[in-house]
C-alpha cells in the first residue's frame, strides 16, 4: 500500500506540475502565463479603470450588445470593440479571452470539464486561470467566501520570475466575463464565463459583461539592459543602479545597491552608518537605536527649539525661551568670532542639531511601539 501510495502521488505531482504552469508578473501590470503562451492585463476590469466605459458610456443596461456602462460591462459586440482597439504596454494586439470550444457546432453540457457548457472546464483560458492558476473551486466565487464554501475565492499567485512573492490580479469582478466566440448556432449569443461560480455558457449579447483583456505569447520580446550590469530590466533587482552580483542580503525585491534598508532591520542604511551600526547586519538595529538615543539625552540643551544650544544664546545675550532670536544668536556668535557672515532663514548648527534631534526621536519613537 506504501508503495502505491507513492507512485500515486509521485504521478499526481508530476501530472500538476506540467498541467498547472506558472504565472509570470512581467511588471507595468502584465501577468504571462507559460502554459497558454498568452499575456493577460494584471487589471481585469481595464475598461473601467482606464477611463474608457465612462468616456463611452452608451445605452442602458442588457439593452444593445453595444451597451457600455461606466462600471465597465458592457455588450458583446462592445467588448470586442474595446479589447481591438486597446494600446497598452506598447502592443496592440489584445483581444478577449478565448473559451477554446471543444465542439463549437454542438457543445454539450456536463460538471466534470468535458463539455463547452458547465463547471471545470479548464480548457478555456478563464477556466484555466480560475481553477489551475488561482485554485478556486466550483460552485465557489472568486472573491470572498460563497454560502455553502469552505474556502474564500483567489486571485492571488505566487510570481515565478526572479521577483518571487505573492502577487495579485486587480479589479476582478466576482460576476460575468465575455469570451471571443459566439454561438455558432444561434448567433445573438456569445460564450462568457462566470467568475462568480466557475461555470462556462452562453450569454445573449446584449447583456453586460466584464471584458479582462489577454494577448499571444510573452510581452519580452527585447533583452534591455539599462544599467549594463548584464542582468537584463525585466530580471534585475536595481534596473537602473549597476549591479553585476545582484546581491539582496534581505531577499526583498531592491537590491543591495538601490535599496535603502540592505539588510531589512528597518533602519536606513545612512542612519546605520552615522550611528554605529551595520548596513549589512539585521540584527543590531539596537546599536542604532542606542546610540540615537544617548544623542539626544546628551546633546546641549536647546530649550525654546530655535536651533541654537542654551549655553550660545546666553553668551549671545538672547533669550534661550524665545524660539524667533535663534537667527541673531548665531550672528552674535559669529560675530564674537570675527566671522562676517549672512545668516539664513536657520543656521548651519541649528539645522543639523534639530534635523538629528527629529531623526532620533523619530527612531526612538519606532523601537518603543
Sequence with gaps: MSNLFRLVACLFLCISLNSFGALYDRG??????????????????????SGYAAANAVGSRNSTSANIQTDGAMGWDAAKTWAAQLVYGGYDDWRLASANLMNAANPCSSGDGTCDQGPNNTTSELGHMFYNNLGNTSGCGIIGL???????????????????????????????????EESVPYSSRAWAF????????????????????????????????????GAYDHQDNCPSVFNASQSNIDFDTLGDACDPDMDGDGLFNVVELKFGGDETDNTDANVSQNNIVTFIETAPA??????IIDSIETAAGTSNSDPSDGDQAELSALEALGINKQVPAMGGIGLLALGLSMLGLGAVRLRRK
Excluded at 28 to 49: E, R, S
Excluded at 146 to 172: E, L, M, Q, R, W
Design 194 to 229: 462566470y467568475t462568480s461560480n466557475g461555470s462556462q455558457g452562453l450569454n445573449g449579447k446584449l447583456a453586460s459583461r466584464y471584458s479582462w483583456a489577454v494577448r499571444d505569447g510573452d510581452v519580452i520580446t527585447s533583452n534591455i539592459d539599462t544599467d549594463g550590469d
Design 302 to 307: 536647546d530649550s525654546d527649539l530655535d536651533g
Design 146 to 180: 460563497t454560502s455553502g464554501c469552505s474556502a474564500s475565492g483567489n486571485i492571488t499567485f505566487t510570481d515565478a520570475g526572479p521577483d518571487g512573492g505573492v502577487k495579485a490580479f486587480v479589479n476582478v469582478q466576482d460576476f460575468v466575463y465575455w469570451l471571443s
Design 28 to 49: 507595468n501590470g502584465l501577468i504571462y502565463d507559460d502554459i497558454l503562451n498568452i499575456t493577460w492585463l494584471q487589471d481585469a476590469n481595464y475598461p473601467f479603470t
